[in-house]
T-cell receptor
C-alpha cells in the first residue's frame, strides 16, 4: 500500500463546476496535510494546509480532513480553466518524523 | 518576503561527473528539504536539514548528500552521476517541520 494515494486522473470538470480531489494516507500518526498545485514545468505551489479534523476554507478552496478515515480532500468551487494543473497531496509528521510524503498527484482539467 | 531561491536553474552534466546544487530558504526558515521529481516516480524525498543537522533521509544511494550552513542555506551534491539522475531537483523550506513548506523553482538536471 502506498503511503499517500491519489487518483491520477485526469479529472475533467466543466468551467464553473466544483472539482473534488481526494487523498488517502496510511500513517495514522500523520500531523499535517497539504495541497499543492503544480503547473507543467513549474514547481509545486502551496494552496492549502490543514492540521485538525474538519473543513478549512480559503477563497474558492476548501480542504477537508478526516483523521479517523485517514482521508483528506480538496474542493475547488467555481472551477476556472486556469485551475487546470496537477494537484499534489502531501502528508507530514508521520511516525514522529519531520518528513513529508507526497502522492503522485491528480491531473485536473477544467473545460471552458 | 523573498521566496526560496535555487541555483543554478538548469544544468547539463556527463555521466560520472558530480554536481552541487544550492538552495536559499525563505528568511527565518530553518528547515530545508530536498526532493527529486521525475515523470515516472513523482516527488521523492531526499533529505531534510534543520539547524545544520540532517534529521531525515529518504531512500537514495550514498551518492546523494547534502549539508546546511549556519545561515540555513543548503547544498546538495550528487557524485558519479548516472543517466537516471536526470530530474527536477526541488528545495523547500519551512519554519519547522512538519508545518507548511514552500518550494523553490527547482534545478533541472540533465545527465548525458
Amino acid at each position: 500500500q502506498k503511503e499517500v494515494e491519489q487518483n491520477s486522473g485526469p479529472l475533467s470538470v466543466p468551467e464553473g463546476a466544483i472539482a473534488s480531489l481526494n487523498c488517502t494516507y496510511s500513517d495514522r500518526g500523520s500531523q499535517s496535510f497539504f495541497w499543492y498545485r503544480q503547473y507543467s514545468g513549474k514547481s509545486p505551489e502551496l494552496i492549502m494546509f490543514i492540521y485538525s479534523n474538519g473543513d478549512k476554507e480559503d477563497g474558492r478552496f476548501t480542504a477537508q480532513l478526516n483523521k479517523a478515515s485517514q482521508y483528506v480532500s480538496l474542493l475547488i468551487r467555481d472551477s476556472q480553466p486556469s485551475d487546470s494543473a496537477t494537484y499534489l497531496c502531501a502528508v507530514g509528521g508521520g511516525s514522529g518524523t519531520y518528513k513529508y510524503i507526497f502522492g503522485t498527484g491528480t491531473r485536473l482539467k477544467v473545460l471552458a | 518576503k523573498a521566496g526560496v531561491t535555487q541555483t543554478p536553474r538548469y544544468l547539463i552534466k556527463t555521466r560520472g561527473q558530480q554536481v552541487t546544487l544550492s538552495c536559499s530558504p525563505i528568511s527565518g526558515h530553518r528547515s530545508v528539504s530536498w526532493y527529486q521529481q521525475t515523470p515516472g516516480q513523482g516527488l521523492q524525498f531526499l533529505f531534510e536539514y534543520f539547524s545544520e543537522t540532517q534529521r531525515n533521509k529518504g531512500n537514495f544511494p550514498g551518492r546523494f548528500s547534502g549539508r546546511q550552513f549556519s545561515n540555513s542555506r543548503s547544498e546538495m551534491n550528487v557524485s558519479t552521476l548516472e543517466l537516471g539522475d536526470s530530474a527536477l531537483y526541488l528545495c523547500a523550506s519551512s519554519t519547522e517541520g512538519p508545518y507548511e513548506q514552500y518550494f523553490g523553482p527547482g534545478t533541472r538536471l540533465t545527465v548525458t
